[in-house]
């Protein structure tokens, strides 16, 4: 059933630039549906319901683990985060090609693990000291929280060989352009064309 | 050896327009080189000796056979075709970070069972009617030749499972922005960017 969706995963540790590179990916292609994930930390002052999470209780994201709504959820800063298997159903309905995922490395390695074609891309910082500045700059979070991401970033840095393609955000529009190579490379795959070489054969 | 280099091949019945898009993704690419191949068929008329094939006489031809300078050849509509492995020595004085084969499926195949690490793309045209109107329509053959090339093509059509990408040419910058998507993506597979993150990791 998931053979004909381009499933993409974008990971990266926090700073690296993904939140930005995923907004422009979804500009350039319309025909890849955003999985909006569920997660019961609270929204940041720019976050909109529905379209960058969907916000939810601590007891109700249990309750839809109880109920198998989730393909993956983990822990992660002390707050649950998980993608409904509605997602898929969604970007059908609104007759997408592809699912973006921005999840981190457990949830890449639990959607992997259940479907077979999903394709895993790491953002990476162009260095760790960058990587800081960023963490530092952008201001969405206390000294105490900035610590533990940078903390965090390494053991995501770690798990760079869970994906497929590794992209350096040193430069946005260097990056965005091997997102967007990806994103053309994955839809030429040959058993994805397989039967318009088939078609010719049979004209 | 070959790990470094981007092997590239690009493949497709005659008239799919690979030519014309071989030279712009080239244009696109200074880091490839074009290896030229070998053949002892007679130059078109726009064609340049060393820079769109060396030609070469037959027995020149068989010499090289056996001297072991080729790292694949074959005979295609009673020419030789080959690819010298001095290609590659080339490719790595020029500095350049791949190397671009244009060959048909023999050449395909005899590459990626030399080197596991070279990427095949196999160029379609949109329809067969498409394909035989082009063949006519370049004016560069007599009808005979039209006949063996269009009844040649559906042959290498068939073997396009061999390769790992297949990019319809229905229209030059559609199928131009796949080509290079795809040399984006191969460039930034995981394996060729491990020591990217293995350096964040031991910073």
Redesign the interface.
């Given at each position: 059933m998931d053979d004909d969706l381009l499933l993409l995963i974008l990971s990266s540790p926090s700073g690296a630039g993904k939140t930005t590179l995923t907004h422009r990916l979804l500009d350039d292609f319309a025909t890849l549906h955003f999985s909006v994930s569920h997660t019961t930390r609270k929204p940041r002052a720019n976050e909109v319901e529905g379209q960058d999470y969907h916000f939810v209780s601590e007891s109700r994201f249990q309750a839809m683990v109880v109920e198998g709504a989730f393909a993956e959820w983990a822990s992660v800063h002390g707050h649950y985060y998980g993608t409904s298997i509605a997602e898929f159903a969604r970007a059908r309905e609104l007759g997408r090609r592809g699912v973006l995922f921005d999840v981190d490395y457990q949830g890449a390695r639990q959607i992997r693990a259940k479907f077979r074609s999903a394709v895993g891309?790491?953002i990476?910082?162009p260095?760790?000291?960058e990587l800081e500045r960023r963490l530092t700059s952008r201001g969405l979070d206390d000294e105490e929280t900035i610590r533990q991401r940078f903390a965090k970033a390494?053991e995501e840095?770690?798990h760079?060989?869970f994906?497929?393609?590794?992209?350096?955000n040193d430069d946005l529009q260097h990056a965005l352009?091997?997102l967007?190579?990806?994103?053309?490379?994955?839809?030429?795959?040959?058993w994805?064309?397989?039967r318009?070489?088939e078609g010719?054969?049979s004209?």
């Open positions: 891309v790491f990476l910082p260095s760790m000291d390494r840095i770690e760079y060989p994906f497929d393609y590794i992209v350096v352009g091997e967007r190579g990806i994103v053309h490379a994955e839809q030429a795959r040959r994805r064309r397989a318009i070489a010719l054969l004209a």
